[in-house]
């Protein structure tokens, strides 16, 4: 059986969506003759392994890896548009978060204090800030400290309990959160943002037959139309997918190499 999976912003809180949009992929991608179309989705605490399965069907993926660890072991479905704050058409952007109470007014008002982000390999919780940062930043450093938090409801976790001082956060998962969760986004606020780029593509294998690519796309295009997924796609955000030109995601080398070029290679 071939490999599915959704881990991106499948929060538990909104499993139930993600479980129900599934099932409307699937039954579009079996309409569109693709056989082994696997009943649910699999799910895993480490979500690479999936990425690398030699049967992958489908998944999505951050920018920052594709670009990366899994550069030419991907190919690009498609990249979906999100409808919340922070989002235009398929690109996004991350929200710079601090404390309701902190007097920051500015990006620049964060130099020397601790930021905490999801992970190293992330562009949203770390490349995305590292590139906006850059130009900020003197002899290669900014912050204090920058505490690894392994997830984004962590970063904002470590943030309202006074232990880091700011985070990037994904806007759409900040959406999601604040929608879902409330309490995790309480007496924090959006200080800024940071610099866009394509959002998470949906992706298959690296193997995968130009056939195969375009049903696959043909079908994830006739799920974001098909009006019984209506509340699947509006708890989780979706309000359409695009198939982006070739090279669009080197946008995300493109914010890494900005950033080196101003002496910040790594957030600091």
């Known amino acids: 059986m071939s490999v599915a999976s959704l881990a991106m912003y499948d929060l538990p809180d909104v499993t139930a969506a993600t479980d129900a949009w599934w099932a409307g992929l699937a039954q579009a991608m079996r309409r569109e003759g693709i056989a082994d179309v696997p009943d649910g989705l699999h799910r895993a605490n480490d979500v690479k392994p999936a990425w690398l399965a030699p049967d992958l069907l489908f998944s999505q993926t951050c920018g920052y890896p594709l670009m990366h660890e899994f550069a030419g072991k991907l190919r690009v479905v498609a990249t979906p548009s999100f409808d919340c704050p922070g989002c235009e058409g398929p690109r996004y952007c991350s929200l710079v978060i601090v404390r309701a109470d902190d007097t920051a007014g500015t990006l620049d008002d964060l130099r020397g204090r601790v930021a905490a982000t999801n992970g190293p390999d992330s562009q949203s919780g770390y ?6 940062i850059a130009p900020l930043a003197r002899s290669g450093s900014f912050f204090s400290e ?11 976790a470590l943030v309202a309990e006074g232990k880091a001082d700011t985070c990037a956060v994904d806007c759409v998962t900040h959406t999601l959160l604040s929608r879902h969760r409330p309490a995790a986004v309480a007496n924090l ?18 193997n995968a037959s130009d056939d195969l690519l375009q049903r696959l ?12 997924l209506a509340a699947a796609r509006e708890t989780l955000l979706i309000a359409g997918a695009e198939v982006l030109p070739e090279g669009a995601y080197d946008r995300i080398i493109e914010i890494e190499n900005d950033a080196k070029a101003h002496g910040y290679a790594r957030l600091a």
């Open 217 to 228: 796309r043909a079908a994830l295009f006739a799920a974001v139309d098909d009006p019984d």
């Open 189 to 206: 606020r959006v200080l800024g943002t940071t610099v866009d780029a394509p959002g998470l593509p949906y992706v298959t294998r690296a």
């Open 146 to 156: 920058v505490v690894i938090s392994g997830g984004h409801a962590n970063s904002l």
């Open 127 to 132: 490349s995305a800030l590292r590139g906006t």
